[in-house]
């Protein structure tokens, strides 16, 4: 079976899975975004995504194939379609695993977030990891 299209099955039953199954499949999915067309990123991916940005034990693996997805989306892409989805993320609490993550990806979210984004939601992000006490995220 053509991983692309096992992925996009995958997603039409993951809200059944556990916890540890959608990690996994997360940290996976990754991989096989660039053979899956972007307009489905965006109407079937995107959606999925949004659901387990919301999921602190989900929120990592989450992370991984949303990042893949701004990096290889345009600008317009970005603002339009993956940044309301994803300005949660900056304001919400983290496992130091996610913010490890955000923090390891920053320049990809500061090239295409807009200056005004940057201010209210990154920087506060950002300004809360520089407060923390975990050495995993002070490292970064």
């Known amino acids: 079976m ?9 997603l039409d039953v993951i809200q059944m899975k556990d916890s540890t ?3 996994h499949f997360y940290h996976s999915l990754q991989g096989t975004l660039f053979s899956i067309p972007k307009k489905l990123w965006f109407q079937h991916v995107l959606p999925s995504l949004k659901t387990e940005l919301q999921s602190p034990e989900v ?10 997805m701004i990096e290889e989306s345009t600008v317009e892409e970005y603002q ?16 130091v695993q996610a913010t ?3 923090l390891e990806n920053l ?7 807009p200056k005004s984004d940057i201010k ?21």
């Open 21 to 23: 199954h959608k990690s």
């Open 80 to 95: 339009n379609e993956i940044l309301p989805v994803f300005r949660t993320v900056f304001s919400m609490p983290k496992s």
């Open 120 to 140: 209210a939601d990154v920087l506060p992000m950002l300004y809360s990891a520089f407060e923390s006490t975990t050495p995993q995220i002070q490292v970064k």
């Open 59 to 68: 929120l990592a693996a989450a992370l991984q194939p949303l990042l893949f």
């Open 107 to 113: 320049d990809i979210i500061m090239k295409k977030t």
């Open 100 to 102: 490890v993550t955000l």
């Open 2 to 10: 053509e991983p692309a299209v096992h992925a996009l099955q995958y």
